[in-house]
């Protein structure tokens, strides 16, 4: 049994090493953001569509201002979006998705940054009803009604990307997928050894609940595949 045990703090130890001191974290989350290329744009866009994520839901309210998190590129993304599209509809999908205690919903905090931002409130579309991501495609593709023909685009980071077009898809709700918020580097720069272990480990925890979640959704039929990637 002390063996065993003994075995048991080694394998510990060496997992704890492995995934701080190299970049095992960064290919495991670059696998998820390399899985959608950046698209080529169409001409005309009905609307965007942005996942909830990007803001501090607690600190928002108490603070009585937006605050934005880690993933801010999603919202900055969209409004950038909604400039070089005048005429589309920004819908904004994210609920109070807290597990603890109630808080107020994304929508919120959304409506005051894109009206500060200073989008046409008659253009923006809000979700505040989401708290998942098949929730956030179910419900979006009801507020948005796509027409055929239309071209949608979605918005959020690069590493989620994966699991929200599988969500997308399952609901029947086409969209033309635009990544952003991307944590880790490109090319030869990924393999870099960094002694940033902090960073190192949370790409490893990132990686993981996102794989998971992979997981979850396809074995509970949330998503249309088990790893979603471009349509041939």
Known sequence: MQRFGTLLLALAGLYLIVCSLTPLGLAMTAALENRFPQPVLPDKVAGIVVLGGSFDTRVSRTRHAPEVNEAADRVTAAMALARQYPEAKVL?????????????????????????????????????????????????????????????????????????????????FAVVPVPVDYRTPAGADLWRPSNDTTRNLEKVHFALREYLGLLAYWIAGRTSALFPGPNP
């Open 92 to 172: 904004f999908s994210g609920g109070d998705a807290s597990v603890f205690a109630r808080d107020i919903p994304e929508t919120q905090v959304a409506r005051a940054f894109f009206l500060s931002l200073g989008l046409d409130p008659q253009r923006l579309i809000l979700d505040g009803r989401s708290r998942d991501t098949y929730e956030n495609a179910r419900y979006s593709k009801q507020l948005a009604d796509p027409k055929p023909g239309e071209t949608w685009l979605l918005v959020t980071s690069a590493y989620h990307m994966p699991r929200a077009v599988g969500c997308f898809r399952k609901v029947g």
